[in-house]
């Protein structure tokens, strides 16, 4: 069964750094491209960020770029995305979400089929 | 940056009914767009991707359609667990995915 396990989320001031972490488990995890996903209290969806399945291409959002790096460690079957220069817009559940095709060759489908349940990160002072 | 507007904001149905939700996207998007069903406290579940092509699992009474800008979900006879917020998604720029605003189905 595939299970994607997010943590690392709490309330932190602004300006404040957080590391948010992603457990996969019952697929091949080196095999997929990975996505952060975040959804702000009563709003919509907005991708994050993403990764290659050799952690070779990183992308984000406008918003992040500078301020969120994300990796992945294909050995501990886990993503990570490290938040710094967190501001109150960045007030979020945030999934880790899965590619719908896996690929070790670098291909992506750019659509999500897993997601993890989500972890709440609160920017506030 | 590829804007996904979707309509109606709000659907307001009783079961068995059919439902028709609409998403329409700044520019063309080929066939790249995906449909989410999401639930109060839930994560989002794949529904359709590709425009029309049902995610494993999805019962048949989904069904996805459309090409460019404009696309339709449609629920033939909604079930009491439909009662959700629905997202399209496109991927025609990605790495850059971006959703749409939502449509929530609500019962009437």
């Known amino acids: 069964e595939v299970q994607l396990v997010e943590s690392g989320g709490g309330l932190v001031q602004p300006g404040g750094s957080l590391r948010l972490s992603c457990a996969a488990s019952?697929?091949?995890?080196?095999?997929?491209?990975m996505s952060w996903v975040r959804q702000a209290p009563g709003k919509g969806l907005e991708w994050v960020a993403n990764?290659?399945?050799?952690?070779?291409?990183?992308y984000y959002v406008d918003s992040v770029k500078g301020r969120f790096t994300i990796s992945r460690d294909n050995a501990k079957n886990s993503l990570y995305l490290q938040m710094n220069s967190l501001r109150a817009e960045d007030t979020a559940v945030y999934y880790c979400?899965?590619?719908?095709?896996?690929?070790?060759?670098?291909?992506?489908?750019?659509?999500?089929?897993?997601w993890g349940q989500g972890t709440l990160v609160t920017v506030s002072s | 940056e590829i804007v996904l507007t979707q309509s109606p904001a709000t659907l307001s149905l009783s079961p068995g009914e059919r439902a028709t939700l609409s998403c329409r996207a700044s520019q063309s998007v080929s066939s790249y767009l995906a449909w989410y069903q999401q639930k109060p406290g839930q994560a989002p579940r794949l529904l359709i991707y590709d425009a029309s092509n049902r995610a494993t699992g999805i019962p048949a009474r989904f069904s996805g359609s459309g090409s460019g800008t404009d696309f339709t979900l449609t629920i033939s006879s909604l079930e009491p667990e439909d009662f959700a917020v629905y997202y399209c998604q496109q991927r025609s720029n990605w790495p850059q995915g971006t959703f749409g605003g939502g449509t929530k189905v609500e019962i009437k």
């Open positions: 979400a899965r590619d719908l095709v896996g690929d070790s060759s670098g291909y992506y489908s750019g659509y999500f089929d897993y």
């Open positions: 990764i290659k399945q050799d952690g070779s291409e990183k």
């Open positions: 019952g697929f091949t995890f080196s095999s997929y491209w």
